[in-house]
């Protein structure tokens, strides 16, 4: 039996053999049934592992087997993977290498049963989501068979979180589906539906829910066989060839430092280890697997997006209702508004298995909507990511009109109308006429107050805002802005639509910006101000893209359109006063319709970019500069990311006392999900508990204190530490326990 003493375990961990069962449903046959009583679905946690070596104990000392079965409870709930928490709460290395060492072990014991005198047939049945340590359970047997469902989502998922595949994954899997493929799994962490991941060999058969056990016994008995996918000549030239699997490796290896900077190590530690596992032995390839990731697994980049993760999961119990079930989606949608957020909203309702109607005055812009819904629709069967039918059933969800006929039987309307409050006001006010009192009446507004909008409205309570972000298929955050007189139930029906929706819900306080917004405005106002003061503004970008965002802020700037971050800026102006005082710098290029890339030009060149080319810095930038605001003097790439930052974190402590958030971790997802905030530093509360709090207080007084911050409008207000962060730095707390 493992000796699990000392390592961590739930608290409510259950005696032995009461997460694993062993049915005989005739005579040769075993099947393994993971049914853990203390889990809604099985998680690969130290009990379980346990109950499991004690059943291969029963499975190997019976001769008269010639099959085996492994399965979940049902035919799509197979396991969840590894126990996060328990992850999360270890920090030393050697007990991480333990609890690999365990599972090593018992999958191994799995994989053995085909190695014995009398060769067992193992066979995997899965179904639903089978992530990360649930796929290397499947790995260590002999056949897989899935499920094939809308519910089934296989792969490695690890160097999402930090870690790699140490469970046998990085080992088996280059030597099941050949190195290229299984790099591209184990260094993107994608979660393959069943027919893709049939397709790809990560599976060998699929079945139909009602099927997969039979068919599965089928195969542990010999009475049904599948065909194996070898790798045959692709083997010896690719997999077994060091010269040709490092070549792939170094491009792989590439394409992850292009892509990650360098800040995420545990892709670049699972390429090493999967490039050569065909041509290592197993143990030498387990002990390299258990070697990395126990030191990745206590390093503060896993930490932070293992907490980043957890936050996202956590956020998802917003959209239940009080029974703690997940809420059933609104089986019909309206939508009003048909420009660039209307429409991508109301494509997505129908994407999403919604009825969804569309409403515009104007007819050239229905007809643009259904347009690009069905562009996508069809883009969606051509890479492979829906069938032909799931797209014809999205497009016939679509229907558009101009007028109100219909909205009746919408569960939830959508408003996403010009932003100005007269028009916003007389568009609800016209819509709660034609829909029952319960029908919910969200607003996508930005800018304007939740409450503002539901003056006059009858039964204000079910008036709430559900701030997508652009592009919304893109972008995983939805802001469910909460007003004065919204209900809880309003506000939960938003959030579990918006996880319907596959987003991320983040419930903020009715104000000004409300949280991501509010947030951007001081980060790019003080880029801006860099930029003003003579700081190249190519070199501004570049730091902050080391820093880890994901472009530069005047990058980022372009993409929004000058037109509307001045319009924004100015809000937050009249919202918070001095502090949120914005430069003046854009103002000639709106004026003169220079507005970013939705012109051609902003402060980048974007003239060819539609043609895969790269935005170029524009050339006439110089003349623009030193055009408002002091002279700032010469900055170092860490003070340029300091001022930039810290402007955001002291916006971001100051909503934090206002509770505009229920709390830091609501508040760092929503800087990771709606802004870009590095995930690998989880969030900006979390990286000011990594910086010291303390330090982070003395930065923003020398920043103060600057004699070109000091001289323009605002300046000392936007960098004098907010008072929550004074009181943690003398009492030396953090943001996070």
């Known amino acids: 039996m493992i000796d699990t003493s000392g390592l961590p375990a739930p608290a409510d961990a259950p005696p032995p053999r009461s997460c694993v069962r062993i049915e005989r449903p005739e005579p040769g046959l075993a099947v393994i049934v993971l049914d853990p009583p203390h889990r809604t679905l099985a998680v690969l946690d130290l009990p379980l592992l346990r109950d499991l070596d004690l059943a291969l104990d029963e499975i190997e000392q019976d001769a008269s087997l010639r099959g085996l079965v492994v399965t979940g409870r049902t035919p799509t709930s197979f396991a969840a993977g590894a126990d996060l928490d328990a992850l999360a709460a270890i920090t030393d290395p050697a007990l991480v290498a333990r609890v690999i060492g365990i599972g090593h072990a018992v999958f191994d014991r799995i994989a053995g049963l085909r190695r014995r005198p009398s060769p067992l047939r193992t066979i995997a049945a899965v179904g639903g989501p089978v992530p990360g340590g649930a796929y290397e359970l499947a790995l260590a047997c002999g056949t897989i068979v899935a499920t094939e469902s809308r519910e089934t989502k296989i792969g490695l998922p690890e160097t999402q979180l930090g870690i790699l595949p140490a469970w046998g994954g990085t080992t088996r899997l280059p030597r099941r589906v050949g190195v290229p493929l299984a790099?591209?799994?184990?260094?993107?962490?994608?979660?393959?539906?069943?027919?893709?991941?049939?397709?790809?060999?990560?599976?060998?058969?699929?079945?139909?829910?009602?099927?997969?056990?039979?068919?599965?016994?089928?195969?542990?008995?010999?009475?049904?066989?599948?065909?194996?996918?070898?790798?045959?000549?692709?083997?010896?030239?690719?997999?077994?060839?060091?010269?040709?699997?490092?070549?792939?490796?170094?491009?792989?290896?590439?394409?992850?430092?292009?892509?990650?900077?360098?800040?995420?190590?545990?892709?670049?530690?699972?390429?090493?280890?999967?490039?050569?596992?065909?041509?290592?032995?197993?143990?030498?390839?387990?002990?390299?697997?258990?070697?990395?990731?126990?030191?990745?697994?206590?390093s503060p980049v896993c930490k932070n997006l293992i907490g980043i993760f957890q936050a996202s999961e956590a956020a998802k119990k917003l959209g239940?209702?009080?029974?703690?079930?997940?809420?059933?989606?609104?089986?019909?949608?309206?939508?009003?508004?048909?420009?660039?957020?209307?429409?991508?909203?109301?494509?997505?309702?129908?994407?999403?298995?919604?009825?969804?109607?569309?409403?515009?005055?104007?007819?050239?812009?229905?007809?643009?909507?259904?347009?690009?819904?069905?562009?996508?629709?069809?883009?969606?069967?051509a890479r492979r990511r829906a069938e032909p039918r799931d797209a014809v059933a999205a497009i016939d969800r679509l229907d558009v009109t101009r007028t109100l006929a219909g909205f009746a039987r919408c569960g939830v309307v959508v408003e996403a109308v010009a932003e100005k409050l007269d028009v916003k006001r007389g568009v609800f006010a016209e819509i709660a006429r034609q829909v029952g009192p319960g029908a919910i009446l969200a607003t996508n507004?930005?800018?304007?107050?939740?409450?503002?909008?539901?003056?006059?409205?009858?039964?204000?309570?079910?008036?709430?805002?559900?701030?997508?972000?652009?592009?919304?298929?893109?972008?995983?955050?939805?802001?469910?802005?909460?007003?004065?007189?919204?209900?809880?139930?309003?506000?939960?029906?938003?959030?579990?639509?918006?996880?319907?929706?596959?987003?991320?819900?983040?419930?903020?306080?009715?104000?000004?910006?409300?949280l991501v917004n509010r947030l951007l405005g001081p980060y790019l106002d003080e880029s801006l101000r860099m930029f003003a003061g003579g700081v190249d503004a190519q070199r501004i970008d570049r730091a902050l893209e080391a820093f880890g965002m994901p472009m530069g802020p005047l990058r980022l700037l372009d993409e929004v359109g000058f037109d509307i971050a001045t319009h924004a800026a100015a809000s937050l102006h009249e919202a918070y006063g001095p502090r949120m005082t914005p430069t003046g710098v854009l103002?000639?290029?709106?004026?003169?319709?220079?507005?970013?890339?939705?012109?051609?030009?902003?402060?980048?060149?974007?003239?060819?970019?539609?043609?895969?080319?790269?935005?170029?810095?524009?050339?006439?930038?110089?003349?623009?500069?030193?055009?408002?605001?002091?002279?700032?003097?010469?900055?170092?790439?860490?003070?340029?990311?300091?001022?930039?930052?810290?402007?955001?974190?002291?916006?971001?402590?100051?909503?934090?006392?206002?509770?505009?958030?229920?709390?830091?971790?609501?508040?760092?997802?929503?800087?990771?999900?709606?802004?870009?905030?590095?995930?690998?530093?989880?969030?900006?509360?979390?990286?000011?508990?990594?910086?010291?709090?303390?330090?982070?207080?003395?930065?923003?007084?020398?920043?103060?204190a600057a004699p070109d911050v000091v001289a323009r409008p605002g300046g000392r207000e936007r960098f004098v530490p907010a008072d929550s962060l004074v009181a943690m730095a003398k009492n030396l707390r953090r943001f996070h326990p």
Request: proline share 5%.
């Open 445 to 514: 507004t930005s800018s304007l107050s939740v409450d503002a909008i539901a003056e006059g409205v009858p039964f204000p309570e079910r008036v709430v805002g559900m701030h997508f972000f652009n592009p919304v298929k893109k972008m995983p955050l939805v802001e469910v802005v909460r007003g004065r007189r919204t209900s809880p139930d309003a506000v939960s029906a938003c959030a579990g639509l918006a996880v319907h929706l596959g987003k991320t819900p983040v419930v903020v306080a009715d104000v000004a910006g409300f």
């Open 183 to 298: 790099l591209e799994a184990i260094l993107s962490g994608k979660l393959y539906p069943a027919r893709e991941a049939f397709r790809k060999g990560l599976v060998d058969r699929l079945a139909f829910a009602e099927d997969l056990l039979r068919i599965a016994s089928d195969l542990a008995m010999g009475r049904a066989r599948v065909k194996k996918r070898g790798r045959g000549w692709k083997a010896l030239l690719v997999d077994k060839n060091p010269l040709v699997a490092g070549f792939v490796a170094n491009r792989a290896r590439a394409q992850v430092i292009a892509r990650t900077h360098g800040h995420y190590p545990a892709p670049l530690a699972a390429l090493a280890i999967a490039a050569r596992a065909p041509r290592t032995s197993t143990a030498a390839s387990f002990a390299a697997e258990s070697r990395e990731a126990s030191a990745l697994a206590v």
């Open 320 to 381: 239940r209702g009080p029974d703690g079930r997940a809420r059933r989606a609104p089986e019909r949608a309206g939508v009003l508004g048909a420009g660039v957020m209307g429409r991508a909203i109301a494509s997505l309702l129908a994407e999403r298995g919604v009825w969804t109607r569309l409403f515009d005055v104007v007819p050239a812009a229905l007809d643009v909507a259904l347009v690009e819904h069905r562009a996508a629709a069809r883009e969606r069967v």
């Open 587 to 704: 103002e000639p290029l709106v004026r003169a319709g220079r507005l970013g890339k939705k012109t051609g030009k902003g402060f980048y060149d974007h003239k060819g970019t539609s043609r895969g080319g790269r935005a170029e810095i524009a050339g006439d930038l110089s003349r623009f500069a030193g055009a408002d605001g002091a002279r700032v003097p010469a900055l170092s790439d860490e003070e340029i990311v300091d001022r930039a930052v810290l402007a955001m974190l002291n916006e971001a402590a100051r909503a934090l006392e206002e509770e505009v958030t229920a709390g830091p971790q609501e508040l760092d997802l929503a800087t990771v999900f709606g802004m870009g905030f590095p995930p690998f530093r989880g969030g900006i509360l979390h990286y000011a508990d990594a910086v010291g709090v303390h330090a982070i207080v003395e930065r923003l007084l020398r920043i103060a």
